[in-house]
């Protein structure tokens, strides 16, 4: 079947590190990837999006890596503060699809 | 600029009453929307698309129905809640290769 897996353990950081969140897949072939942030009993806001043609995308302190060999996303926050924890979430869209396929998101936490 | 508006924030209903979410889109024309739920801990499942007015997609057998009447007008329903029911609902619309949320609805069935 396919899937779309985040670690569902929350990610404990000290503030000033790098933090590295991982999106796992399989029985698809993305078209994209993205990333979104939600906070609690927020929407989700979009942050990154990666095509399958690209290994890494950056914007500010974030950068995306995409090894569709691997079928796996990183996403990485630098030099993070308390302010970026959130719940990230991991979305694909299937090639030739029309619907995206959510994650469960990965809980962050970033302590002062 | 584009904004999405999606109302109530909380609604609290009884089992077995109607239900109405309303979205709308504004600075946009003929957008896709969604409705999704997120269930705690886990993905936001899809419930219904619309690529244009009158035309829906249902992703999931459920309880619930979807209607646009206008071009950026979504409206989730229910002619009679269940407690399964509860959940966070959202809204969205999309663009090429970006979703922009509404903030949500957090329903209870009491």
């Known amino acids: 079947s396919q899937k779309i897996e985040q670690n569902s353990e929350a990610l404990n950081i000290q503030e000033g590190k790098t933090a590295t969140l991982t999106c796992n897949y399989t029985?698809?072939?993305?078209?994209?990837l993205q990333w979104y942030r939600q906070d609690p009993g927020r929407g989700p806001v979009f942050l990154l999006l990666i095509r399958e043609n690209e290994k890494e995308k950056r914007k500010e302190r974030l950068k995306v890596t995409f090894d569709t060999t691997l079928k796996q996303s990183l996403f990485h926050i630098t030099a993070s503060q308390p302010a970026d924890s959130a719940t990230y979430l991991c979305v694909l869209l299937p090639t030739g699809g029309f619907k995206t396929i959510f994650g469960a998101g990965t809980r962050l936490f970033v302590k002062a | 600029s584009q904004t999405i508006h999606q109302w109530p924030a909380t609604l609290v209903q009884p089992v077995g009453s109607p239900l109405s979410l309303e979205c709308t889109v504004e600075?946009?024309?003929?957008?896709?929307l969604y409705w999704y739920r997120q269930a705690a801990g886990r993905g936001l499942q899809l419930l219904f698309y619309s690529v244009g007015i009158g035309q829906i997609s249902s992703e999931v057998p459920q309880n619930l129905s979807a209607s646009r009447p206008q071009d950026r007008q979504f409206i989730l329903s229910s002619k009679k809640l269940l407690l399964s029911d509860s959940g966070f609902y959202l809204c969205?619309?999309?663009?090429?290769?970006?979703?922009?949320f509404g903030q949500g609805t957090r329903l209870t069935v009491v």
């Open positions: 969205a619309w999309s663009v090429q290769d970006k979703a922009f």
């Open positions: 600075g946009t024309s003929n957008p896709n």
């Open positions: 029985n698809y072939s993305p078209a994209y």
